[in-house]
């Protein structure tokens, strides 16, 4: 156990933890159903993560009735379908076609998800807002996506972040009720995971992607 000299934390864990928290797809249960309770922990976590102001304004919605899933589904396909079907043509990597594949089968499947979680803020950033404004708007929302999917993960339960649905934005709001006043960030896919590991992903090493001082100046 790598445990931090002064934290106590063990690094091992908590490391392995962000790294190993995937986008789940294929490997989402779609025969088990997640209780609200797990659910509502996950959320509690999500909203601990870092947000402009200090101010909540962040809203959750978990979508589990069946009519309703399948009308998103049918949004989430209309877009999904032709992007992963143009990107399958010019991207034919290796790596992009595993994801192609199986952003493909959530596309298939959305609907039998045992939950969305959709992801909210109460007010929409003006168009035409500088890029702080944007930045602030949705680096106080979707750092808590992520900490509801790590949350999630540790619990056994795994989750895929999509956006395709937001072109039907408005669409999916009028379906669920939602004021136009609101922003939709994100729809997580939610289901316990089958299988019990998940494998890092290959990335450059971070002093590749790290310069010091200066635009391109390697860290030593
Ligand atoms: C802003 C954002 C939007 C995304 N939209 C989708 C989506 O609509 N559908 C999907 O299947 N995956 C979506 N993803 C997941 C990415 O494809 C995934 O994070 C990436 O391939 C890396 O895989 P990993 O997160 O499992 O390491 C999205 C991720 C982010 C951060």
């Known amino acids: 156990m790598a445990q931090h ?18 986008q789940v797809r294929k490997r989402l249960d779609l025969t088990r159903s997640v209780p609200y309770e797990e659910l509502l922990e996950c959320i509690d976590v999500a909203n601990h993560a870092p947000m402009g102001g200090n101010l909540e304004r962040n809203r959750w919605m978990i979508i589990d009735d069946a009519d309703t899933k399948a009308e998103i589904a049918e949004y989430f396909a209309a877009v999904g379908r032709p992007y992963l079907a143009m990107n399958a043509e010019v991207r034919a990597d290796d790596r992009s076609t595993k994801v192609i594949d199986s952003a493909t089968f959530l ?5 039998e998800v ?22 602030g708007y949705y680096g106080s929302v979707l750092p808590g996506v992520w900490s509801f999917q790590l949350a999630a993960r540790s ?4 989750s895929a972040w999509t956006t395709f649905h937001l072109e039907h934005e408005a669409a999916v709001a009028e379906l669920l009720g939602i004021p ?6 994100c729809l997580l ?6 299988g019990d590991s998940f494998t890092p992903a290959p990335r450059r090493p971070a002093a590749d992607v790290t310069y010091l001082n200066r635009w391109k100046q390697p860290v030593q």
């Open 107 to 111: 596309v298939d499947h959305l609907h």
């Open 189 to 194: 896919a939610v289901g316990y995971y089958t």
């Open 155 to 158: 619990r056994g339960i795994g």
């Open 114 to 135: 045992p939950a969305l979680v959709l992801a909210m803020r109460l007010d929409r950033v003006p168009d035409g807002s500088s890029t702080g404004a944007y930045a």
């Open 5 to 22: 000299p002064t934290t106590g934390f063990d690094l091992e864990q908590t490391d392995l933890l962000l790294k190993t928290t995937k």
């Open 180 to 185: 136009p006043t609101v922003t939709q960030v």
